[in-house]
């Protein structure tokens, strides 16, 4: 069982940055892709950024530019560096392991973009 843990949400300004951080229990995440989704108020859940167990990354349309997604994988951690925020932002940013069954989820944590 893997249980992730996010951290780094809050309130910011609009042009502001954040940087989350989502840790995981266990011994897979080195061999895991992993993934960052948020979902909106009223929204559907979408997918942010995904990073391979090397290190390749994939990027939503709309935050290619202004996300980056990183990994430690000597600290088991999933990075998400969040810049030039815009109101648009603000959603639960939630980690994911994604696996043959199903996947794994943190408890997510809240973005607020609001001047």
């Known amino acids: 069982q893997v249980q992730l843990v996010e951290s780094g949400g809050g309130l910011v300004q609009p042009g502001g940055s954040l940087r989350l951080s989502c840790t995981a229990s266990?011994?897979?995440?080195?061999?895991?892709?992993m993934a960052w989704y948020r979902q909106a108020p009223g929204k559907q859940r979408e997918l942010v950024a995904r990073?391979?167990?090397?290190?390749?990354?994939t990027y939503a349309d709309s935050v290619k530019g202004r996300f980056t997604i990183s990994r430690d994988n000597a600290k088991n951690t999933v990075y998400l560096q969040i810049d030039s925020l815009k109101p648009e932002d603000t959603a639960v940013y939630y980690c994911?392991?994604?696996?043959?069954?199903?996947?794994?989820w943190g408890q997510g944590t809240q973005v607020t973009v609001s001047s």
């Open positions: 990073i391979s167990p090397g290190g390749t990354t």
């Open positions: 994911n392991m994604p696996r043959v069954g199903p996947d794994y």
């Open positions: 266990g011994d897979l995440f080195s061999t895991s892709n």
